[in-house]
């Protein structure tokens, strides 16, 4: 058997009031609750026997040939299937990295993206989720951290509890309050999002401006761990928390991504500016439109989830009902998350061809003041060049040409003339530069 590196699998078991992580994979579905088993993508490829096998006993079959192959392919757009067992969404995530050496949205072999770094920084990797009556199994992205820090956020101790295990400083701690390590330790996010999520750790860059009072407000809100009753009630639910959250790395990202498009938009609406950047900023718009492209393909994958919750069967008991209604009500806001996200993007795609366009205008307007300067400085010197050419003409007899003052008189009457046009068209704003008083 092939050995995968220490973490690349975390199965856990949730139910009602409590989570615990997990050695191994049990051998059968609990008795209460459910299994998430989360694992990266090389892991799932690398022990694939075993957690089909996994599968078959815990919900009874295995996944099909080709939801492994869209499990498996990095580069899948975001798309919702199901089976008559077991639904299958895969969702391409929007988060920063560390470095730019990120994958750039688009295509497979796709040269990097330019334009403001945290565009070259943004990963679109795909995290897949199948979702039985008993069992999520998720595949994430090997920097993918999505996992780790939700599942800080399972197995954190509530206040109470940590209140009431405190003063037994001799009593061993059990799996449910055991932190997770590793990326997991992340200082939360401000986002919008659901309460129960976690944000990225993207947020903590020391080049974002402060939060909002609001913000903060809302991620103290956010910080605390789950209580018993905001655990994940079902694999479904779980899957909409998780896809919730990678959602919302993205909405942790729009402030630093506006205010360096901003500082573009201040560069090249600079008249006097000569900006030369124009092949990075192509490439900022060329993923601008593949992000935008990204965000419908998520969009219509939750649509088609939940058009899918609406076919299913209505419960018989009232805590069932209640449950599926919970669910519905949150699809419908993580499209509403998504939707925040398509009008963000499309905002600053929009914003950085407004930018393109007022640059050329700005570029012409300053192209008209010139023009319009050499032709009032034109206008000035024609009724000159007339005079001059009147007195250069070979006759013999011509008024002042054989006086002594005549020179002084015609240098004095072409002064006059001039000094009146330069007059004359200042006051009619011909020498002033557009936008200048």
Not at 202 to 226: F, K
């Amino acid at each position: 058997m092939t050995q995968t590196a220490p973490g690349a699998i975390r199965i856990f078991h949730i139910q009602a009031g409590a989570a615990r992580e997990l050695q191994d994979i049990p051998t059968s579905a609990p008795a209460q609750g459910y299994l998430w088993i989360a694992c990266t993508r090389a892991a799932f490829s690398a022990e694939l026997p075993r957690l089909q096998s996994a599968l078959q006993g815990l919900a009874g079959l295995q996944l099909v040939d080709l939801h492994i192959s869209d499990l498996l392919n990095a580069q899948l757009p975001s798309h919702y299937d199901y089976t008559s067992q077991y639904d299958l969404l895969v969702f391409r995530r929007l988060s920063a990295t560390q470095c730019d050496t990120a994958v750039p949205p688009g295509p497979a072999g796709a040269t990097p993206a330019g334009g403001p770094p945290v565009l070259r920084r943004i990963d679109t990797s795909p995290v897949g989720f199948a979702v039985f009556d008993q069992v999520l199994l998720s595949v994430h992205p090997l920097d993918c951290t999505v996992r780790d820090a939700f599942a800080a956020r399972l197995l954190a101790p509530t206040p109470s509890a940590a209140h009431a295990t405190a003063p037994a400083a001799t009593t061993p701690t059990t799996p449910t309050t055991a932190p997770a390590a590793g990326p997991a330790a992340s200082p939360p996010s401000h986002g919008t999002a659901d309460p129960t999520t976690t944000p990225s750790p993207a947020q903590q860059s020391p080049t974002l401006s402060s939060p909002t009072p609001a913000e903060t407000v809302v991620r103290d809100l956010r910080s605390g761990p789950m209580a018993g009753a905001r655990l994940p009630a079902s694999p479904a639910d779980l899957m909409l928390r998780v896809v919730n959250l990678i959602v919302d790395n993205y909405l942790d990202l729009r402030r630093e991504l506006s205010r360096q498009l901003d500082h573009w938009q201040a560069e090249l609406l600079k008249p006097r500016a000569r900006f030369a950047n124009w092949s990075a900023l192509l490439d900022a718009r060329l993923t601008l439109h593949q992000l935008d492209e990204i965000c419908e393909d998520q969009r219509a994958a939750v649509q088609d989830w939940v058009d899918t919750l609406e076919t299913w069967a209505v419960p018989d008991n009232v805590a069932a009902l209640r449950e599926l209604d919970l669910l519905k009500v949150r699809s419908r806001d993580v499209l509403e998350h998504i939707e925040r996200v398509v009008h963000h993007v499309r905002r600053l795609e929009q914003s950085t061809e407004t930018a393109v366009q007022m640059h050329f205008s700005v570029q012409s307007n300053r192209t008209n003041d010139i023009m319009r300067t050499l032709t009032a400085l034109t206008a000035v010197f024609l009724p000159l060049n007339l005079i001059a050419g009147i007195f250069g003409m070979n006759f013999e007899f011509i008024p002042l040409v054989h006086k002594q003052d005549g020179f002084w008189w015609a240098m004095a009457s072409m002064t006059v003339i001039a000094v009146g046009l330069i007059s004359l068209f200042w006051r009619k704003r011909y020498l002033a530069r557009t936008g200048q008083h």
